[in-house]
């Protein structure tokens, strides 16, 4: 059998005997010993090769080419039962769409008829009832008619007899008012009410066209439709190492899908993120990244991306980006410092307090009437002057916008988004007020007063004190020169204990206390703790006299969030600005700064 490759050995045309030796690339001709235009060849410098050389050229071309044929062959073949595959699911999911389309036609159509059937149910009872008093009415009215015409009889008689008129005229008198009584009863009581006023009549239901119109009863959708990957999920920022979740939800309410999910670095690394069904249609994607860079987060159903959708005022639902989920994983540690604070401060004032607005923007406090408005960025947006006798120290935001700041003139103030003064808090009680929290659920305003060295409670409503906690001393429960409070989500209270060198826990109540972070230079311990703070997942952000930890919210150590030469001292309080990625700002005291951390 022949397979399309040239002979080594060949026969000379010319000299039949001998054997093909040449073979000029320029004349495209072969030859043997014995030809002699080989001989001009090599005079005009062609390029001539023996042919065996030639041939193995050509066998390991044609050799290429039919590895690279085979390929694509091979190639096609893949495609070809990919294509297969791919109409044998679509019409699959055809019959399985028809069948539901079927299913659900016959349950529409049952439950109209059961429906139907109650209607007609009420109607005949209905009706039953009108007979039964109808048929009471006709009897009623007969026995009414019997008695009329036994009155009429008796006043026929009468007339007939012509003696005792008189005495039977006032027999009859008396027999005419009991029936009159009994009889007529009112004018208007001929018929009875339910005769009058009963009359069936059948509305629809106002929703159900209007439905039927909007709705219909289903929907063809194909899976980039039927799954919506959350808007807030579908670009991400985190920090290296952070846990985070991306929320993917299905129309099929009570079905539940086999979603995969890969995550895969910008250099090919790939994880299996953790694909959680919560029921009703609700999925929990969650996962993190230990390299910093670009990620991509594929979801997928049945080798589909997962696409969502969003809803369109206009008209139908619009499909936009969903998978893959963009993650930009960001590292740990110190992202910017801004400095220069002190040119907008007068008189030298020291950075108190930061705090994140409504408007993404950082507030500044100095313990001085004035304070700054910075962008994100470190530059000044506005200089905001408070009222003359106004001191602001510490701040906290609710989370109705309202502001709650420690006045260093003995009070507490809750102003609005503007500053604009609501109320104040403990006039006649506090001395010195420090850090504070609000506990929202409960109602609770916390403040800390260094001077009477405890933790004062307010009702936020109407200002009312309701009692503290703690008291002057060393013993657990007991406070020296307290910095701090905060609130975690149970209602606990954090109260970082700065003279004593500790953070204390007490319970919701106020009542039971124990000691998580002892004193220490190492990490894990603290030194002068100034502020805490708790994130969004419960996590406490510690700062002391030169370090920043973060802890879980019992005080279990989890890592130190700056570096030894970040050049944090004394920061006086913590603020977080930022959940994805997990960022704080801090007011870098010493250096009159405000330092900013991914953590």
Known sequence: MSTGIPEKHSKCSTHCENNLQFFCSNCKKSACKDCEHILECYHNNHDVVPVHSQTDEVDQTAMKLIKIAEE??????????????????FENNIKLCRSAIEMKERKIIEKVKVESRNLVSDLDKLYKKRQEATTKELADLDSKQTQIESLKASIKSIMKEPEGKENDLDELDKKIIIV??????SDNDIFSLYNKHVIPTFITSPHLNKLMDTEGIGNI???????????NDRSIIVTKGEKFAVKVSCLIKDEECQLAATLTSSSGEES?????????GDYRITSSCNIEGDWKLKITVADEHVKGSQVNDKGPPVNVKGSPVNVKVEKLGLVRTIRKISDCLKDNHRVSDVMLETNGCLLVSSMSKQMLRLNQSGSV?????????TRPYRMHKMSNGNIVYSDLNKCVVMCD???NTLCLFGEDTLISPGGLDVDENRRILYVIDENEQCVFRF?????????????KGSKVGQMKIPFDVAITKEGNIVVADTGNNRIQLFNVNGKIARVIIDHGEQDGKVVFPYCVTVDVDNNLIISSKDKLQLFNKIGIFKRRIDHEDDGLRFPFANSAISYRPRRIAGANSNSNSIIIFNC
Not at 221 to 231: H, K, L, P, S, W
Not at 275 to 280: D, I, S
Not at 381 to 389: E, F, N
Not at 459 to 471: A, E, F, T
């Open 72 to 89: 694509i062959k091979r190639q096609l073949e893949k495609s070809f039962d990919s294509i297969v595959e791919n109409q044998r699911k």
């Open 180 to 185: 009159k009584a009994n009889v007529l009863k």
């Open 221 to 231: 959708v194909t899976v980039d439709e039927r799954f919506n990957v959350a808007n």
């Open 272 to 280: 299996r993120p953790h694909v959680k069904y919560q029921g009703n």
């Open 381 to 389: 947006v506005d200089k905001l002057l408070m009222p003359q006798d």
């Open 417 to 419: 988004k503007k500053l």
């Open 459 to 471: 009702n936020i409503d109407d200002g009312s004190m309701l009692g503290k906690i703690g008291s």
